[in-house]
């Protein structure tokens, strides 16, 4: 029996070894020709730390020439005809594409040259929908709203959303019919991985595991430890930030913003990590002050490892955590408040140990790898 031929479409390597990796992994086994087209890397840091992972597994993957930041009209358009040609030469069964950048790419030749079935991830819309927009990002999120309706003409097509906001975006648009919306919480996580991480009252780190992004809220993240070292005096807890700070994107910060920061308050930078384990085991309390997510992985990583989260009551990050539960919300771009969140757990052993209990439990039932490979696996077998 001939075996289905499923690609998938991602903006670079690192999201997809660690986001997509054990999807792919797992329709391999299920019989299915898998192959992966990325784009250039937007992180060298990154890149380098999943090269090597990649270098195990057989799978073809093929790097563009494109990256998700890239606005060039020009540069966009000689990828489109690049990925057009191979496609044509590949003739998929299924095309699984995910994020921006390569949904528009990805959808646009589906469209054009009629590929058999498109699954469409919504994993995050990015920094054109957060924050104050200007004239040109305007402009964008039309063109990319205009595009995106195009695509989603597809006749035989399922879209996966990892919140109900999202949901919501794509069926008010007209997108997508009900009945072709998946529901998935994030990517998912290896709950065996974190079975072993005991919760320690103890430990006293404030981490923040993120790409070192403003619309990540990593300033709002400095600002609220300085408030708090200012106002509780000989406060011993730490606030560390681990993640890629050689990110292109519009929203990352300069080096000399980070230099400002660096060494005060108790505040540590450390470079992306690819195995955060050791790090929620040594943690307290996980915060992230994100304006606006898919559903964010270090979080549900934080729930499965049993740490108390404060994240930010918009989209995505608010389903990621039980308030009052799990976790705490604070109101975004919002230093202020999210002291007081992170304050209300460091002053408070019995909230934590409370929360770290919930957390395992909401992360069993909400986040296991295991049943976001199975929605994915129905999808393809579902495919014609």
């Given at each position: 029996?001939?075996?289905?031929?499923?690609?998938?479409?991602?903006?670079?390597?690192?999201?997809?070894?660690?986001?997509?990796?054990?999807?792919?992994?797992?329709?391999?086994?299920?019989?299915?020709?898998?192959?992966?087209?990325?784009?250039?890397?937007?992180?060298?840091?990154?890149?380098?730390?999943?090269?090597?992972?990649?270098?195990?597994?057989?799978?073809?993957?093929?790097?563009?020439?494109?990256?998700?930041?890239?606005?060039?009209?020009?540069?966009?358009?000689?990828?489109?005809?690049?990925?057009?040609?191979?496609?044509?030469?590949?003739?998929?069964?299924?095309?699984?594409?995910?994020?921006?950048?390569?949904?528009?790419?990805?959808?646009?030749?589906?469209?054009?040259?009629?590929?058999?079935?498109?699954?469409?991830?919504?994993?995050?819309?990015?920094?054109?929908?957060?924050?104050?927009?200007?004239?040109?990002?305007?402009?964008?999120?039309?063109?990319?709203l205009f595009l995106l309706k195009i695509i989603c003409k597809h006749k035989n097509k399922k879209i996966i959303c990892q919140n109900f906001v999202d949901k919501t975006f794509v069926l008010k648009n007209g997108l997508a019919k009900n009945k072709e919306i998946i529901f998935i919480k994030g990517s998912g996580v290896d709950l065996k991985l974190y079975k072993k991480i005991?919760?320690?009252?103890?430990?006293?780190?404030?981490?923040?595991?993120?790409?070192?992004?403003?619309?990540?809220?990593?300033?709002?993240?400095?600002?609220?430890?300085k408030i708090i070292y200012e106002n509780e005096k000989g406060i011993k807890w730490k606030f560390i930030v681990i993640g890629a700070s050689d990110y292109e994107n519009p929203s990352a910060i300069t080096s000399d913003e980070l230099n400002k920061w660096t060494n005060k308050y108790n505040i540590e930078i450390i470079n992306h990590n690819v195995d955060l384990r050791s790090?929620?085991?040594?943690?307290?309390?996980?915060?992230?002050?994100?304006?606006?997510?898919?559903?964010?992985?270090?979080?549900?990583?934080?729930?499965?490892?049993?740490?108390?989260?404060?994240?930010?009551?918009?989209?995505?990050?608010?389903?990621?955590?039980?308030?009052?539960?799990?976790?705490?919300?604070?109101?975004?771009?919002?230093?202020?408040?999210?002291?007081?969140?992170?304050?209300?757990?460091?002053?408070?052993?019995?909230?934590?140990?409370?929360?770290?209990?919930?957390?395992?439990?909401?992360?069993?039932?909400?986040?296991?790898?295991?049943?976001?490979?199975?929605?994915?696996?129905?999808?393809?077998?579902?495919?014609?």
């Amino acid at each position: 029996m001939k075996k289905k031929k499923l690609v998938f479409l991602i903006n670079d390597l690192p999201f997809f070894m660690s986001h997509r990796l054990p999807i792919a992994l797992n329709a391999v086994k299920n019989g299915y020709d898998v192959r992966i087209f990325t784009g250039q890397p937007a992180s060298v840091q990154m890149y380098n730390s999943y090269k090597n992972i990649n270098n195990k597994f057989n799978f073809p993957i093929t790097e563009l020439n494109f990256k998700s930041s890239d606005l060039n009209l020009f540069n966009n358009f000689y990828v489109f005809i690049k990925i057009l040609n191979t496609f044509k030469k590949i003739n998929p069964d299924i095309l699984h594409v995910v994020s921006m950048k390569s949904i528009i790419l990805g959808g646009m030749i589906a469209r054009l040259i009629n590929i058999k079935f498109l699954v469409i991830s919504f994993s995050g819309f990015g920094y054109l929908f957060t924050g104050k927009k200007t004239f040109f990002e305007r402009i964008l999120i039309f063109l990319f709203l205009f595009l995106l309706k195009i695509i989603c003409k597809h006749k035989n097509k399922k879209i996966i959303c990892q919140n109900f906001v999202d949901k919501t975006f794509v069926l008010k648009n007209g997108l997508a019919k009900n009945k072709e919306i998946i529901f998935i919480k994030g990517s998912g996580v290896d709950l065996k991985l974190y079975k072993k991480i005991k919760y320690n009252i103890n430990n006293n780190v404030v981490l923040m595991p993120s790409r070192l992004l403003k619309n990540k809220g990593v300033i709002d993240f400095f600002e609220a430890a300085k408030i708090i070292y200012e106002n509780e005096k000989g406060i011993k807890w730490k606030f560390i930030v681990i993640g890629a700070s050689d990110y292109e994107n519009p929203s990352a910060i300069t080096s000399d913003e980070l230099n400002k920061w660096t060494n005060k308050y108790n505040i540590e930078i450390i470079n992306h990590n690819v195995d955060l384990r050791s790090f929620y085991s040594s943690s307290g309390i996980v915060c992230l002050p994100s304006h606006r997510e898919g559903m964010p992985k270090s979080v549900i990583e934080a729930a499965a490892s049993g740490i108390p989260v404060v994240t930010t009551d918009t989209v995505g990050c608010q389903e990621s955590i039980i308030p009052g539960k799990t976790g705490e919300l604070a109101n975004v771009n919002d230093p202020q408040d999210l002291a007081v969140k992170i304050m209300s757990l460091i002053s408070n052993n019995k909230k934590r140990m409370l929360y770290s209990i919930a957390a395992k439990e909401f992360a069993k039932k909400n986040f296991d790898l295991n049943s976001v490979i199975e929605k994915h696996m129905q999808i393809y077998h579902n495919s014609s």
